[in-house]
């Protein structure tokens, strides 16, 4: 009996139809392998930008009359309040304190930078380099007439510090405050490119927050009470009520397939009391 094979024709369609699947394969390989990839730049890139937001915001936001220090495209320099109370009595030329409850966290990572309080027209009054210490007895708080209270909450727990050279009335609400610099610079941790530090003036303080960030990646200001964006900084900068955080992260590698990293812009309004009324 004869045995009938392939005839060479068929082999030839055969192996070009495995050709054409092969190759649809392969492309749905790499399509597949670049659009991961892709996405994961977004996914880097947007981690970044939403990291520098967190961090900025919490500290932004509390900014208090005449906060805003010193503003450019690249760099916001400001005086945020890290703790709150009362003004309870002095001691040796020190002012007793009474703390009203905080982040027991964000409280001990401050470093101080100075003091402020309210005077007896309302207007707050700012004094740097001031020595602050713990220690100070929650007593004399709570013996004045009328009592002030020293308040404890979660882990917090109720104290009073010493504030060098400060003389406010007994009563008046008291905050201490850090002066801090976020800035748009060249990144170490990733020679060539751009990141946000965080630094804090007058002390060896100074660390990278995030990056890589792109260079569109700046600050806008917030001017009056209508807002209004402006890419420069007024030359009174109690007119502005906030900044305009552009924080255009990008990716650390080229995904595959692409001339250039990916981008996410997270502009965020982020509005403060600088003002001053």
Same mark, same amino acid.
């Given at each position: 009996? $004869? *045995? /009938? ?11 070009? =139809?495995?050709?054409? #699947? ?6 749905? %390989? ?15 890139? /947007?981690?970044?930008? *939403? ?11 509390? %900014? !208090? ?5 010193? @503003?450019? *495209? ?10 709150? +109370? #009362? ?20 409280? @001990?990572?401050?470093?101080? $930078? ?7 027209? +309302? ?12 220690? @100070? ?16 909450? +979660?882990?917090?727990? @109720?104290?009073? #510090? ?43 303080? /100074? ?8 260079? !569109? ?18 030359? =009174? ?5 906030? #900044? ?28 403060? /009391?600088?003002?001053?009324?």
């Amino acid at each position: 009996m $004869s *045995r /009938r094979g392939f005839a060479l024709a068929e082999l030839l369609v055969a192996l070009v =139809i495995a050709g054409i #699947i092969g190759i649809a394969l392969t492309r749905l %390989v790499v399509s597949q392998a670049r659009f991961v990839s892709v996405q994961g730049g977004m996914m880097q890139a /947007r981690s970044g930008a *939403r990291a520098a937001l967190n961090v900025m915001a919490e500290e932004l936001r509390m %900014v !208090s009359d005449s906060g805003l220090l010193a @503003a450019t *495209r690249d760099s916001i320099t400001v005086r945020a309040p890290y703790g709150f +109370g #009362i003004a309870c009595g002095y001691n040796a030329g020190r002012t007793i304190v009474g703390l009203l409850p905080a982040d027991s966290a964000g409280y @001990a990572s401050a470093s101080n $930078s100075g003091v402020a309080w309210r005077d007896s027209l +309302g207007n707050w009054r700012y004094l740097d380099a001031v020595a602050v210490s713990a220690g @100070a007895p929650t007593t004399t708080c709570t013996t004045q007439t009328p009592a002030i209270a020293v308040l404890s909450a +979660g882990s917090w727990s @109720a104290q009073a #510090i010493y504030a060098q050279s400060v003389a406010p009335t007994i009563g008046s609400p008291v905050y201490l405050y850090q002066k801090i610099t976020y800035v748009f610079a060249a990144s170490v941790d990733l020679p060539g490119r751009r990141a946000l530090w965080r630094a804090v003036p007058g002390l060896s303080l /100074r660390e990278e927050l995030v990056a890589p960030f792109d260079t !569109s990646a700046k600050f806008e200001f917030l001017v009056g009470s209508s807002l209004a964006v402006r890419a420069t900084a007024p030359a =009174i900068l109690d007119s502005v009520y906030g #900044i305009r955080a552009r924080l255009v992260a990008a990716s650390e590698q080229t995904p595959a397939g692409r001339a250039a990293p990916m981008l996410f812009d997270l502009s965020t309004n982020l509005v403060f /009391r600088n003002h001053v009324q």
